[in-house]
Each structure stands twice: as C-alpha cells, then as structure tokens.
C-alpha cells in the first residue's frame, strides 16, 4: 500500500506565499513534523522576524510572536525567562541572524540561553529584492553586488553559525543542506535534537539550513538545488558543529 504523508497538525491548512522552489515550505514542514512528534505543540512558541518569513504565522498552528527585524533571540530571551516551562523557537534568515540581529544573536548564545533558533542561509537578501547578504558567497553576483562578491571590496562571507559553535553557552549547533531528500532527513534531526536539547535545559541550540532562492539566484528551482551541493556546500561545510551530548573522541 502507498503511504500518504498527512499534514502534520502543526501547520495550518493555508497555502505557502512563497516562490516556487524555494526552502522555507520544506523547513516549515521540518519543524512542523519535529513538534508533533515531540508532542509539545501546546508549549511551543515561534518568533519569526522580518524576511521572506515574516508571514510564518500564517502557516504554524502554534503560539507565534513576531519580533522587528533582528530581535528574534531577545524576544526568545524575554518569552523563555517569563516562561520557562515554553519551547521556544526563533526562525531566522541570513540577513536577520547575521547583520541586524548578529549582536542579539550571539549574546543569547553566548549567555546560553535555552532557546533554538532555525537559520535559514539563502546567500542573499530575498525579500527586498536580492542584494547582498552577509553570507553572500565570494564571486557571487547580487543587486548590490553586480560584479560579484570580492574580499578585498565586500569582505567575505560571515559564517555566524561556526561563530557561535565557538561560544560556551551554544550546546548544539548544526548545519544542513536541502539539496537532497536525505539531507533534508539529517536537517530534520538535527532541529528535533536542537528541540531536546533545549527541553533538557543545556543551553542554546541552532540549526543552519542551507536553502535555494531560485528567483534571486536567476535559475530555475532544478537548477538552485544543484547550486546547494555544487556550490553553497562547499562555501559552508554541513555536518553537526557543537554536540555537548556526546563526548569527544580520544
């Protein structure tokens, strides 16, 4: 017999405002999935920022909070220590985490703060028209960046999530590609760990997902998931980079 995915009851019966091919549908479903299968649908609370995904209450059936541009892990900070019996989760893209929010970002990190954050890197600003981004890769043509992204005129891009991977109160930090159905499967398992880790009260957890932008990339859908391996993955190495659960080897 073939198996029929449901919707997962996280998500709302309401269709998805966003480009064809890109990855914020298939990161909501991820986390959509990960709350149901945690059972903790009614203790979560998202905060998406401004971004492609500043609409994400629109599709997550749990409480949502959005928070200026930015302010995701202060908001996350202020809900969490109000309630800390709440899951709490911030969904972030590259602009939000890594230029205006990087300072709210990496003090809640480095405080260790019990919140998960979702990083969504799609190399580029999508939302008002496709400039360039802090993580825009070196070579890169955007917007702001017609001659493509040059270290010795735009500098290089930030790699925020191995930053916080360096701090002492990050206790799980990840990082995912969406090139392919199994790397899809690794990204959902990390962000159900960053989930656990969290509810065990070991600090703050983020997980990176490496997403396509087919419209500000100038490709095709097809085409923008082959750039994820053939290019992105190689600019950002994915695999888990913080894991306080397991013990080194040696």
Known sequence: MKKVYAKPKSL??????YCPGCGHSIIHRLIAEVIDELGIRDKVIGIP????????YNYFDVDMCESAHGRGCAVGTGFKRAQPDKIIFTYQGDGDMAA???AETLHAANR????????VNNAVYGMTGGQMAPTTMLGQKTTTSPMGRRPDVEGYPLMITDIIATLKGAAFVARHSLATPAKILAAKRSIKKAFEVQMAGLGYSLVECLSPCPTNWKVTPVEAFKLLETRMEREFPIGVLKDVTKKPKG
């Open 12 to 17: 709302k019966d309401a269709p998805f405002h």
């Open 49 to 56: 920022p401004a971004g492609c995904a500043v609409l994400a």
């Open 100 to 102: 205006i929010g990087t």
């Open 112 to 119: 260790g703060e019990c919140i998960t954050s979702i990083f």
